[in-house]
């Protein structure tokens, strides 16, 4: 059987950390065999599960590579790799593409190679490494055989979030709405998405609330997209940007001649709609005498244009939304009750993104990623200090104000690296007063990270671990408590 990637002989001297059975460790080693998937060590006779090695590649770029311990014989040991990013990969790629090219053999069977051969005669593989575009041809040829090597190591909760992850690329553009804004994985918002998937199918009028930027017409639009009416229109009216004596006119639409300056018959945004869904933004201010002809109209579905003798049926879902509060305007005399209980059939409750935790940190990921793409920009980053100040902000604009501070980062940043002064987030970086929850909080939070860290000599992946959040997360933390990590193996990096 071919092997699954190109291995080449090396002798890189790098620092590997090893964590497992044996007691945690730091030492030089020497990497004999090196390819995209394995490695073979020279210095890990007394190895622990789990090893990260920290390299210095020949064109002088710096990686850390993580991998297993499969196997030992005296003092060599064999590794197999996992990355974390393609990024790590493609780095890898460009340090062993040069030797495999010159080899006379095929790298993974071994058969010999004639000149100018870009197909293996014996194992089929395309050996076309000078494209450069192979390692993507290659990652997708492969990918099944990789994930076949690690299933084993996963339980069933972990498999569910690999197969979550595939379908929900696979629906992206297939009938069902992929808004860059419209993405979570926190319990809060998984919960909105069952109920999106619950209320679709039925005709049931549906009320969402949520504070401004919250999402409410992509929910609205959600709800549409996987109802029966998907191929139908969808209107969405915002209730408080139409002056009163025309919000009327707009819904139901009017005859010529119904009032000055309708010089021409017009269709209201309900007729428009007859067969879809009618998005009612701003509910809680819709004037007090348009809320009884609204309600006249729930009841029978009659459309009476203004000015004309008789009236048209339409069919149409009716979706509300609102950052009031509904119910207390009720109470106040500010709505009518019996509108209230007629929209309020299904409430759809949207959490501020303050209350999201990690999904802030996707969310700006994912939208700095569409702003490029769709402006045709180069791709930028948040550096770590960027990241901290997202998670750290409260958002008071919700998703809209996220959008807008990313795509600020995006066109302000001068190299890479977007930092926090590029979104206007510089003054946000003020420490919390002494005495105040906000301070109790990250005083608690600082001391549980340098214990961990401590605990496990600064192995970032087991202090993570310990932790329970992702190396990431961690790095993050201690950018922001100013958590120095000790330089290990300096003289080998430098």
Wanted: glycine share 8%; proline share 5%.
């Amino acid at each position: 059987m071919p092997r699954l990637d190109a291995r080449v002989k090396t002798d890189l001297v790098g620092e590997a950390q090893c964590t497992g059975k044996s007691p945690d460790c730091s030492k030089k080693v020497i990497i004999k065999e090196l390819s995209l998937s394995s490695a073979l060590i020279q210095g890990l006779s007394e190895c622990g599960e789990y090893v990260r090695i920290m390299q210095k590649l020949p064109d002088g770029q710096k990686v850390e590579i993580e991998g297993e311990v499969v196997r030992t014989e005296n003092d060599i040991a064999g590794l197999e790799l996992y990355h974390s990013d393609m990024a790590t990969m493609e780095i890898l790629w460009d340090n062993i593409r040069g030797e495999v090219s010159c080899q006379n053999v095929c790298p993974y069977c071994g058969a010999e190679k004639p000149i100018g051969t870009t197909l293996c005669h014996i194992c089929n593989t395309p050996l076309d490494f000078d494209d450069d575009n192979y390692l993507k041809k290659h990652f997708r040829h492969t990918f099944l055989d990789r994930v076949k090597s690690r299933i084993d190591k996963l339980d069933t909760g972990h498999l569910e979030k690999v197969i979550k992850v595939i379908n929900k690329e696979i629906l992206k553009g297939k009938g069902h709405p992929a808004e860059d804004e419209f993405i979570g994985t926190s319990p809060a918002m998984l919960d909105v998405f069952a109920m999106i998937r619950k209320v679709a199918p039925s005709d049931v009028n549906v009320l969402v609330l949520g504070e401004s930027g919250t999402g409410k017409e992509l929910t609205a639009k959600a709800i549409h997209e996987r109802s029966p009416r998907k191929d139908k229109p969808f209107v969405a009216i915002n209730s408080a940007a139409i002056p009163e004596g025309l919000l009327e006119a707009e819904l139901f639409g009017y005859e010529k001649g119904a009032f000055t300056g309708a010089h021409a018959q017009r269709k209201g945004k309900f007729e428009q709609a007859d067969g879809g869904t009618v998005l009612l933004d701003e509910i809680g201010d819709m004037p007090t005498g348009l809320q009884a002809t609204l309600l006249r109209f729930l009841e029978d579905r009659i459309v009476e244009r203004i000015g004309a003798k008789g009236g048209k049926k339409v069919d149409i879902r009716i979706i509300t939304a609102t950052n009031c509060n509904l119910a207390e305007m009720v109470r106040q005399g500010r709505f009518r009750n019996d509108l209230y209980y007629r929209l309020d059939g299904f409430t759809i409750n949207l959490p501020p993104l303050r209350t999201r935790g990690e999904d802030v940190v996707i969310l700006a990921h994912y939208v700095l990623k569409s702003i490029a793409r769709n402006d045709n920009s180069p791709a930028k980053r948040f550096s770590p200090a960027a990241i901290d100040i997202i998670k750290s902000y409260d958002w008071p604009g919700n998703i809209r104000e996220l959008i807008n501070k990313v795509r600020r980062g995006q066109l302000m940043a001068d190299g890479t690296d977007i930092e926090p002064a590029d979104m206007g987030l510089q003054d946000v970086i003020a420490e919390a007063p002494p005495g105040t929850m906000k301070h109790e909080v990250a005083n608690i939070q600082r001391k549980a990270v340098e214990k961990a860290l401590q605990d496990h000599r600064f192995i970032i992946t087991r202090a993570a671990k310990m932790l329970g959040i992702s190396r990431p997360s961690l790095y993050a933390l201690m950018k922001k408590h100013n958590i120095a990590k000790p330089n290990l193996g300096a003289e080998v990096m430098s």
